[in-house]
């Protein structure tokens, strides 16, 4: 079982920056694709940012590529989202997730374990 607990969330106005932290325990941590997730009031969540096992491979959703930097810290069993040139449309509340799926996955539904969420407010 692995628990999952994110910090890192807050209120930025807008061009700011916030960085997310994801620490993980209880399990292999290598063993996981990292992702993050966001789901802003009265809509679905929505896949953000995923990074592999080894943190070699990352992939972004269109509208955070170049703006969002995900990575991992295998020594610290940590994942962290790194969000610089806030926008207003980034306000949600900010979930980390671990995947055991090869290869790695956008999937809500193919993600094993969340943490309780963070949430991000970015003022206009």
């Known amino acids: 079982q692995v628990q999952l607990v994110e910090s890192g969330g807050g209120l930025v106005q807008a061009g700011g920056s916030l960085r997310l932290s994801c620490a993980a325990s209880?399990?292999?941590?290598?063993?996981?694709?990292m992702g993050w997730f966001r789901q802003a009031p009265g809509k679905e969540r929505e896949f953000v940012a995923l990074?592999?096992?080894?943190?070699?491979?990352?992939y972004y959703i269109d509208s955070v590529k170049g703006r969002f930097t995900i990575s991992r810290d295998s020594a610290k069993n940590t994942v962290y989202l790194q969000m610089n040139s806030l926008k207003p449309e980034d306000t949600a509340v900010y979930y980390c997730?671990?995947?055991?799926?090869?290869?790695?996955?956008?999937?809500?539904?193919?993600?094993?374990?969340w943490g309780q969420g963070t949430q991000v407010t970015v003022s206009s």
């Open positions: 997730a671990a995947s055991s799926w090869r290869p790695p996955t956008v999937v809500r539904g193919e993600y094993d374990y």
């Open positions: 209880g399990g292999t941590f290598s063993s996981y694709a």
């Open positions: 990074i592999n096992w080894s943190g070699g491979s990352t």
